[in-house]
């Protein structure tokens, strides 16, 4: 079967709409998501009560994306993402519930290959197309363009790393401390599990503030602790940044770095409104926090949340890293900054750690500038 993924244009020169499966055996849901995207003029959907039917339509037309429901009958969500990332990788959109099954279903999907993760509606269908049509869509076009891997399954941490026992002073040789902020969208998951599974147990804090809907982030933070030698949890508001601690900004909440007692902190908020966690809020508050102390890093994701954020850590003498377009699930996110000039280096995603690890004993204004880019 031809992989037209990222071949959408017609020989007029026009682009054919975006070809959407919507696998789920709701047949409620069916016509609310069908509904949503057959408005679209770039949009195209077809759909299937359950995986075996989607296989037979599969054969005749190849879908851009998925949308995908992991509790069906006859052939469960998850067995048929497996089988579609092992044989021919499409871009897949997982639709769950918000119960903790569906968020750990959920979140074990993100491992196995899915890109992104939507909330199936909690109230009514109006209710739905109100306030969850603008994220439903980005989803679904972000998920367009992502470049999916055949497997996201983290491994064990890297052999050598052990797990960090007590916390260590978040402070480098010259008594400067570092601290990491990180951003991420569509593709982060898989992203964040290879970034942090690279990272010993006295790597600097990091605090990330990665697109996901709320009461995933929680189950989460648990599979990214599961699969490194750091301590990471979901942020509560208040904790202390040390080394070998990782906080998950909630999915509800925008997390800031804050001055405290002779160190930092992360606080918790709902203001500005808008996309939470907001990867610009997050990197402004280092901004203040820590200026050149800090190192900011924007990972893959669909449109431009972090780009000036990360412009402002990089003007007040902070490193920054975006991904590259060669690693990059969906390259949206790192594009923005780098085109405004905001990275200080342009990395694959193998050597973002090691990066930043280099970067661990060097800190004080205008250490940002010392690190050579490599630009694309």
């Known amino acids: 079967?031809?992989?037209?993924?990222?071949?959408?244009?017609?020989?007029?020169?026009?682009?054919?709409?975006?070809?959407?499966?919507?696998?789920?055996?709701?047949?409620?849901?069916?016509?609310?998501?069908?509904?949503?995207?057959?408005?679209?003029?770039?949009?195209?959907?077809?759909?299937?009560?359950?995986?075996?039917?989607?296989?037979?339509?599969?054969?005749?037309?190849?879908?851009?994306?998925?949308?995908?429901?992991?509790?069906?009958?006859?052939?469960?969500?998850?067995?048929?993402?497996?089988?579609?990332?092992?044989e021919d990788p499409v871009p897949v959109v997982i639709c769950s519930g918000h119960a903790a099954r569906g968020a750990r279903l959920g979140i074990s999907a993100l491992e196995a290959g899915a890109i992104d993760i939507i909330t199936k509606p909690e109230l009514g269908v109006k209710e739905f197309l109100h306030q969850s049509?603008?994220?439903?869509?980005?989803?679904?076009?972000?998920?367009?363009?992502?470049?999916?891997?055949?497997?996201?399954?983290?491994?064990?941490?890297?052999?050598?790393?052990?797990?960090?026992?007590?916390?260590?002073?978040?402070?480098?040789?010259?008594?400067?401390?570092?601290?990491?902020?990180?951003?991420?969208?569509?593709?982060?998951?898989?992203?964040?599990h290879e970034l942090l599974r690279a990272l010993p147990e006295d790597a600097p804090p990091i605090v990330i503030a990665q697109h996901m809907p709320q009461r995933f982030t929680g189950a989460f933070a648990r599979s990214l602790d599961a699969g490194c030698s750091l301590t990471v949890k979901e942020a509560e508001g208040g904790e202390r940044l040390a080394r070998g601690l990782v906080l998950v900004a909630p999915g509800s909440k925008h997390a800031a770095v804050v001055n405290r007692g002779g160190g930092y902190a992360v606080e918790l908020g709902s203001e500005p409104a808008g996309c939470r966690p907001s990867v610009d809020v997050l990197f402004r508050s280092a901004v203040r926090a820590a200026g050149a102390n800090a190192i900011g890093v924007l990972l893959t994701g669909m449109g431009t949340d972090g780009a000036r954020g990360l412009l402002e850590l990089k003007k007040a003498g902070a490193v920054t890293i975006a991904e590259d377009e060669t690693s990059a699930v969906v390259f949206g996110m790192p594009r923005e900054a780098i085109a405004m000039g905001a990275a200080c280096q342009v990395l694959p995603l193998h050597e973002i750690a090691p990066a930043i690890l280099a970067l661990r004993d060097r800190a004080g204004p205008g250490s940002g500038s010392s690190v050579a880019s490599r630009q694309p």
């Open 133 to 192: 049509a603008a994220l439903f869509l980005q989803a679904v076009r972000g998920a367009a363009t992502a470049k999916p891997r055949a497997s996201r399954v983290p491994g064990p941490p890297i052999a050598g790393l052990t797990r960090a026992r007590a916390a260590l002073p978040a402070r480098n040789a010259q008594g400067l401390q570092r601290i990491v902020v990180i951003g991420a969208s569509t593709g982060g998951p898989g992203a964040l």
């Open 1 to 86: 079967m031809t992989n037209n993924r990222n071949n959408r244009t017609l020989s007029t020169g026009e682009h054919r709409a975006i070809n959407v499966l919507i696998v789920d055996d709701s047949a409620v849901m069916r016509q609310v998501m069908s509904g949503l995207l057959a408005a679209e003029r770039d949009i195209s959907v077809s759909a299937a009560s359950d995986p075996i039917i989607a296989m037979q339509k599969m054969r005749s037309s190849r879908p851009d994306v998925i949308l995908l429901d992991i509790e069906m009958p006859r052939m469960d969500g998850m067995t048929f993402l497996q089988k579609i990332m092992r």
